[in-house]
């Protein structure tokens, strides 16, 4: 029989994990011009280590969506976090842009399926009526890692050089994992359903056109959002001349807003759906956008844009998260999440990468092209109501 499974425990636990996942990948970016010097890259082609990471993380997705669901969540989780410190370790040893990225693919190639089975184990502990309140609170390891994370990163590399913050995070992983996976209960509910084979269940769910739009709003949110990510520290520091010691304050008030924000907007999904949700924080996501980067100087405070974009694009993470955890059934959610962490590692490394394409870095180490970006940035966010409203139609027939 299976012993009971204290929710609060495993939020915390599932919460801790994704903490240090997300971490390890956001940290990189503000870091890229700190290592870009040391390592030769050139900033305009930052978006290539954002996108190796990625890359790998999409393959590996894949490749975990035939059997994950085959397996105790525990143990998964273990062996994804244990390949993730390793990566992590590599990166801190980079000697030059190709050791660098492939250490970021080691590290993506166990990341991805992290963060997988994490959103699954929530998916599985916590009933649908509930689910984005309890995602919300997972997902606010986003913030914590902007809040505490990412500032204390950036003052580590600032003090220690970029190379302390990899292995900081590799130690903080090797901890909560094995925390997690010491406190957590095995987790085999999924393994009660008849199981079919790997290859005969992915079929099965790409043959679903609910699957296609859901793994297309999560291609949208993300392409929208990392086409511009790896870029904006380098922008922050170089065309709107932010000091570098003020990056840490930036990434910890607009990460401390976006805490509380997922807080309200899962109880909003919840009550309202997601469809109303998802196009106010697309609307706002757009406007800032705007006001930002289609001008010569911002029209708003640098720490007013960081603030509203970390705001409205966890707001549209969360909304998404909530809605697709209700298309897979439980034995298929392992491999569904993974097929989705496929489509958004896909959609986050071409989008990473497409942006080394329209930015141009000029002798002064400004970056020219962020108007465009911000252009393909908008018209990204604008799908994800229409594609959204989509899902949820197909959810109720």
């Known amino acids: 029989m299976t012993p009971p499974i204290n929710e609060r425990l495993i939020l915390l636990l599932v919460g801790a994990v994704q903490f240090v ?10 870091l890229g011009p700190d290592f870009s010097q040391s390592l030769g890259i050139p900033l305009s082609d930052l978006g290539l280590v954002a996108g190796s990471y990625t890359a790998s993380a999409a393959v590996s997705g894949i490749i975990a969506s035939f059997f994950l669901d085959r397996f105790d969540r525990r143990l998964a989780l273990a062996l994804a976090m244990c390949g993730l410190v390793v990566g992590t370790i590599f990166g801190g040893f980079a000697v030059d842009f190709r050791s660098m990225v492939a250490a970021r693919v080691i590290a993506g190639a166990f ?28 997902m606010g390891a986003f913030s914590v890692a902007s809040v505490v994370g990412v500032p204390l990163g950036l003052e580590i ?13 590799a130690g903080m992983g090797a901890v909560i994992g094995l925390s997690a996976v010491w406190a957590m209960p095995p987790i085999r509910a999924h393994l009660d359903a ?4 790997g290859l005969t269940s992915v079929v099965s769910l790409l043959r679903q056109p609910v699957v296609w739009l859901s793994l297309a709003c ?3 949110v993300t392409a929208a959002a990392f086409i511009l990510f790896p870029s904006l520290t ?35 999904t919840d009550r309202l759906g997601g469809v109303l949700v998802a196009l106010v924080a697309s609307l706002l996501f757009v406007a800032n956008h705007v006001l930002a980067f289609f001008t010569a100087t911002p029209l708003l405070p640098v720490i007013v844009i960081f603030v509203i974009m970390m705001v409205s694009n966890s707001s549209r993470n969360v909304v998404l998260n909530t809605v697709s955890s209700r298309v897979p059934a439980p034995a ?12 958004q590692h896909s959609a986050a490394a071409l989008a990473a990468m497409g942006s080394s394409l329209l930015l141009v870095e000029l002798p002064d180490r400004r970056l020219d092209g962020m108007a465009s970006v911000a252009a393909v940035s908008c018209l990204l966010a604008l799908m994800l109501p229409l594609l959204l409203r989509l899902v949820e139609r197909r959810l109720r027939a």
């Open 111 to 138: 990341g991805g399926p992290a963060s997988s089975i994490a959103i699954a184990i929530v998916a599985d502990v916590v009933p649908a009526e509930r689910r984005g309140v309890a995602m919300g609170k997972v």
């Open 332 to 343: 298929e959610r392992a491999r569904f999440l993974s097929l989705q962490s496929a489509a």
């Open 234 to 268: 380098a922008w922050v520091q170089y065309n709107v001349h932010t000091p570098r010691e003020h990056l840490g304050m930036l990434y910890m008030v607009g990460g401390g807003c976006s805490f509380f924000s997922m807080q309200l907007v899962g109880r909003l």
């Open 157 to 169: 590399g600032r003090l220690g050089g970029w190379r302390l913050p990899f292995f900081s995070v």
């Open 21 to 30: 996942n997300i971490l390890d990948f956001m940290m990189v970016m503000p």
């Open 218 to 220: 999560t291609a949208t």
């Open 194 to 197: 008849p199981q079919r084979s």
